[in-house]
């Protein structure tokens, strides 16, 4: 089961958020109830909550706001989505791949999520759903939670596995591509004949263990 860590954008709570730019919005439960409304339970943080929370009033992604327990620094908010915030936001989507949201955040940077995916087609599907709606998608890390005696997947070196995680985040594989050999290297701090050896000893890793290796007769 692939996880994934990426960064998007979303306009649920984008409102609030203007209004006190300071605010980080850690997600508590994201849930679809059979019957009723879409709702959303989430802990704030930051400077000026007061605004943060008159700014829930002014924001078209949300219906209503009960604040449920606070503190001097943070508060624990509960919301239901309004019929904008339904369309809008990834959870239905993520719901209908059977994925599950394991972590998210929300600040005035965007959005931060890692997801749990049950294959790489769901999250090329999720990928390709932010994109038609003109959102930026950037995955910063992924990963399988089936790990080796090694701690890393298909028996890979961490070098191995850093390389293609920074190849992947960085668009080296789309096509066209977004990156070259020698900008990733750069980032990695390793020369571009280095990354082509790590990327070739690493995929080869990855094939030999997911067993997609093409037997000779």
């Avoid at 203007?18 to 409304?37: E, H, I, L, Q």
């Avoid at 624990?76 to 394991?102: F, H, W």
């Avoid at 961490?158 to 900008?183: H, K, M, N």
């Amino acid at each position: 089961m692939p996880i994934a860590e990426f960064r998007s954008e979303t306009p649920i709570l984008r409102r609030a958020i203007d209004v006190a730019p300071s605010t980080r919005v850690t997600v508590v439960d994201d849930r679809m109830p059979p019957n009723g409304a879409m709702k959303l339970i989430f802990r704030a943080e930051g400077d000026d909550l007061d605004a943060f929370e008159r700014g829930l009033g002014l924001d078209p992604t949300i219906a209503d706001a009960r604040k449920l327990d606070e503190t001097a620094s943070r508060r624990l908010i509960r919301v239901n989505y309004s019929e904008r915030g339904v369309e809008e936001s990834i959870t239905p989507v993520v719901t209908a791949e059977d994925a599950m949201l394991s972590e998210a955040t929300v600040t005035d940077d965007g959005f931060w999520v890692r997801v749990w995916f049950p294959d790489r087609d769901s999250l090329r599907r999720i990928r390709e759903w932010s994109q038609d709606r003109g959102r930026s998608f950037d995955v910063e890390k992924i990963y399988n939670d089936e790990l080796t005696d090694s701690e890393t997947p298909y028996g890979l070196t961490e070098a191995q596995l850093e390389a293609i995680q920074y190849c992947y985040r960085d668009g080296y594989f789309e096509v066209p591509r977004s990156t070259t050999c020698s900008a990733v290297a750069d980032d990695l701090g390793i020369s571009s004949q280095s990354l082509s050896e790590r990327l070739r000893r690493g995929l080869t890793s990855v094939i030999d263990g997911s067993g997609l290796a093409i037997k000779s007769e």
